[in-house]
């Protein structure tokens, strides 16, 4: 199994930034891609970011293109979001996951992460 602990919320101004970062730890061969997913309160989990863990493609949510940027480091089997330009409807808990393939649907995920909360303030 794939335990995924993630950090690096926080509370920050409109236009700051933050970076997330997912530790995976256990038997993170299985892993694919990898995963950044964000949900407020009484709303369905969305998808935000993935990458392929071993080719290293790329996908994003239309709200977040150009101003988030996944990337990973597979020597410390760490994931990261780098989040520019950071708005208040970008408010939300974060949540890693881990999945068997490379996808933007929650579903093909079936490891995640406890979330870490991201607060924007305008």
């Known amino acids: 199994q794939v335990q995924l602990v993630e950090s690096g919320g926080g509370l920050v101004q409109a236009g700051g930034s933050l970076r997330l970062s997912c530790a995976a730890s256990g038997r993170t061969v299985s892993v694919s891609a990898m995963g950044w997913f964000r949900q407020v309160l009484g709303e369905e989990r969305e998808f935000v970011a993935a990458?392929?863990?071993?080719?290293?493609?790329?996908a994003y949510a239309d709200s977040v293109k150009g101003r988030f940027t996944i990337s990973r480091d597979n020597a410390k089997n760490t994931v990261y979001l780098q989040m520019n330009s950071l708005k208040p409807e970008d408010t939300a808990v974060y949540y890693c996951?881990?999945?068997?393939?490379?996808?933007?649907?929650?579903?093909?995920?079936?490891?995640w992460g406890r979330g870490t909360q991201v607060t924007v303030s305008s």
């Open positions: 996951a881990a999945g068997w393939s490379f996808s933007t649907t929650r579903y093909q995920y079936d490891t």
């Open positions: 990458i392929q863990w071993s080719g290293g493609s790329t």
